[in-house]
């Protein structure tokens, strides 16, 4: 039933569960509680609160029988185990958020870098081919102005 449910229909469900076991305290009662808080198809999954329960009051209790003890430690183990990988997930993407973080910053400020260098680099050149043309419109200026050569004398 659980997997099937929606989101708010599970969280009935839980609440439901919740409410039994802890009406009657039955370790069978406890028992489904736990194994449904920490069900991975459930929508608001609490695996390490769930093996805890599991570990403290489901597999400790003496109304639970040998078959459901075992599936309780079974259970608590996965629960635990899972709860793990995903804190270990959650480090190492809050690792990964600030390593990129990191780079960004650091590509930013190379990119600053980068435009000012471009800029400085483009002021230069424009600078360079104002002074071409200048001295491309000298030379113009003096082709324009100079006397013709005069005729070299024939020599005997």
Known sequence: RLADADAESQAILL?????????TGSAVDVLKYALALGSSSCFNSKPRQAGELLARDAALNPGVNDDERALASVFQIE?????QLQEELAHRRQQLDS???????????KLQALSAENARLSRDRDELQKK????????RSL????????????LP
Do not use: C, F, H
């Open 15 to 23: 609440d439901n569960l919740y409410a039994g076991a802890k009406e």
């Open 79 to 83: 629960y635990l185990s899972r709860a």
């Open 99 to 109: 390593e990129v973080a990191a780079t960004d910053a650091s590509t930013q400020q």
């Open 132 to 139: 071409l043309d200048a001295i491309a419109e000298i030379e």
């Open 143 to 154: 082709m324009d102005r100079e006397p013709e050569t005069p005729a070299a004398p024939d």
